[in-house]
């Protein structure tokens, strides 16, 4: 752009660099504002496991432990990620390696198959494997040519 004819290029380049002190001075005093508001109403991470850990227990909420111990999954969530394992394996997939797929354990996972299997028809299990239709299809498919 272009500078007004009595403005020289020094003092254009002062009033940016003013500007920016000006923002970042702004935006220090925001830091420390935020730095010193109080952590009265956070609860730690000990409290919050013991939370859930109760509503748990008087069976307010239902929450699956995951294998790794550092997470819990609502048993829709658990689904979906049957779900997802099942197609990312194309369709197939052997229900004793779903608990290794979604890192829960496998008791959790049969009884979700299960019902995961009363819910939708197209979904089979054959000797220990889970089945989409999909797969079948494409079964089929291969036979037929």
């Not at 010193?36 to 307010?60: F, H, Y």
């Not at 198959?113 to 291969?142: I, N």
């Amino acid at each position: 752009r272009l500078l007004p004819p009595h403005t020289d290029f020094a003092s254009a380049t002062l009033g940016r660099r003013q500007r920016a002190m000006d923002v970042i001075r702004q935006l220090q005093q925001q830091l420390a504002e935020a730095q010193a508001v109080s952590n009265r109403g956070r609860i730690s991470e000990r409290n919050c496991i013991d939370l859930v850990q109760k509503l748990i227990q008087t069976e307010r909420v239902k929450l699956l432990h995951t294998t790794s111990g550092k997470e819990w999954l609502t048993p829709e969530q658990l689904d979906r990620e049957i779900r997802d394992a099942l197609l990312s394996n194309g369709g197939r997939l052997s229900v004793m390696e779903i608990p290794n797929e979604v890192g829960v354990d496998s008791s959790h996972c049969e009884a979700r198959v299960e019902l995961l299997r009363k819910r939708d028809p197209t979904l089979m299990r054959v000797q220990g494997d889970l089945l989409s239709a999909q797969y079948l299809q494409g079964v089929v498919q291969e036979i037929e040519e």
